[in-house]
């Protein structure tokens, strides 16, 4: 089974970027659909992007155009770049991997966007 680290948060002004990024290890990472989920105070987890073993990649409608995700199996790592950064992107940001037989998550990874 994989495990994953994220690193990359931060806090950063309304209108900047960030790139998170989530290494894997312990397993064969090609075989897993990676996504990134978020989850703001009080409110449910949410999938914001994900990416198929073959690279094709799904985003939340309140990213799209802003966030871009990739993956790089050479170096068992997803990427989360987010541009045009609003305060309502504030949330802990999870990486999760999906062999279809199991799910594992990432310890999370603290985002905030304020002035």
């Known amino acids: 089974q994989v495990q994953l680290v994220e690193s990359g948060g931060g806090l950063v002004q309304p209108g900047g970027s960030l790139r998170l990024s989530c290494a894997a290890s312990?397993?064969?990472?090609?075989?897993?659909?990676m996504a990134w989920h978020r989850q703001a105070p009080g409110k449910q987890r949410e999938l914001v992007a994900g990416?198929?073993?073959?690279?094709?990649?799904n985003y939340a409608d309140s990213v799209k155009g802003r966030f871009t995700i990739t993956r790089d199996n050479a170096k068992n790592t997803v990427y989360l770049q987010m541009n045009s950064l609003k305060p309502e992107d504030t949330a802990v940001y999870y990486c999760y991997a999906d062999s279809g037989h199991s799910e594992v998550w990432g310890q999370g990874t603290l985002v905030t966007v304020s002035s």
């Open positions: 990416i198929t073993t073959g690279g094709i990649t």
């Open positions: 312990g397993s064969i990472f090609s075989r897993y659909f």
